[in-house]
Antibody
Framework: EVHLVESGGGLVKPGGSLRLSCAAS????????MSWVRQAPGKGLECVGLIKNEAEGGARDYAAPVKGRFTITRDDSKNTLFLQMNSLKTEDTAVYYC???????????WGQGTLVTVSS | DIQMTQSPSSLSASVGDRVTITCRASQSISSFLNWYQQKPGKAPKLLIYVASSLQSGVPSRFSGSGAGTDFTLTISSLQPEDCATYYCQQSYNTPRTFGQGTKVEIK
């Protein structure tokens, strides 16, 4: 069974940094494309970014609002996905989900999410 | 960016009713359209991918159709557990964008 568990969320001041983690199990993590999707309170879903597997070059892409501030990385030896968030803004406040991005270009499995609150 | 527009934004229907949600893309996205269900306080769940393929484990009362710019999610017989918000999402190109959501309530 696929299992994704996010951690690392919390309260941070504007301009601060935070690193989220997503521990994966139940599938071959090194083969998977992985993504981060966020949801601001009471709002819809936004794909923050995606990282391909290393066999396909590990390429990454990011949504415009976070490009240059957020970095997605992966540690295939530890089956873990990361999201490094710098220069945080109040508008980055959201629940952050990690999700697999499977064949058919779909977000097929999701974690339970971790809340990031950016506030002074 | 490709804009995804869902209608209606919300609906109320009775148990057993047939429910239809539409999603329109601002340009053609072929069949790269997925549907998700989200219940309050929970992560989204994939229902339909590439417009009409049912994700494993999803009840057969859910179905999807469409291609190009116009897509539909249908619940053939609404059940109490279908009370949720439904999102469409395009994967034709980046950024991978979502619709604004349709909230389904039971009368």
């Amino acid at each position: 069974e696929v299992h994704l568990v996010e951690s690392g969320g919390g309260l941070v001041k504007p301009g601060g940094s935070l690193r989220l983690s997503c521990a994966a199990s139940g599938f071959t993590f090194s083969d998977a494309w992985m993504s981060w999707v966020r949801q601001a309170p009471g709002k819809g879903l936004e794909c923050v970014g995606l990282i391909k597997n290393e066999a396909e070059g590990g390429a990454r892409d990011y949504a415009a609002p976070v490009k240059g501030r957020f970095t997605i990385t992966r540690d295939d030896s530890k089956n873990t996905l990361f999201l490094q968030m710098n220069s945080l803004k109040t508008e980055d406040t959201a629940v952050y989900y990690c999700a697999t991005f499977g064949a058919g270009r779909k977000f097929d499995y999701w974690g339970q999410g971790t809340l990031v609150t950016v506030s002074s | 960016d490709i804009q995804m527009t869902q209608s209606p934004s919300s609906l109320s229907a009775s148990v057993g009713d047939r429910v239809t949600i539409t999603c329109r893309a601002s340009q053609s996205i072929s069949s790269f359209l997925n549907w998700y269900q989200q219940k309050p306080g929970k992560a989204p769940k994939l229902l339909i991918y590439v417009a009409s393929s049912l994700q494993s484990g999803v009840p057969s009362r859910f179905s999807g159709s469409g291609a190009g710019t116009d897509f539909t999610l249908t619940i053939s017989s609404l059940q109490p557990e279908d009370c949720a918000t439904y999102y469409c999402q395009q994967s034709y190109n980046t950024p991978r964008t979502f619709g604004q959501g349709t909230k389904v309530e039971i009368k």
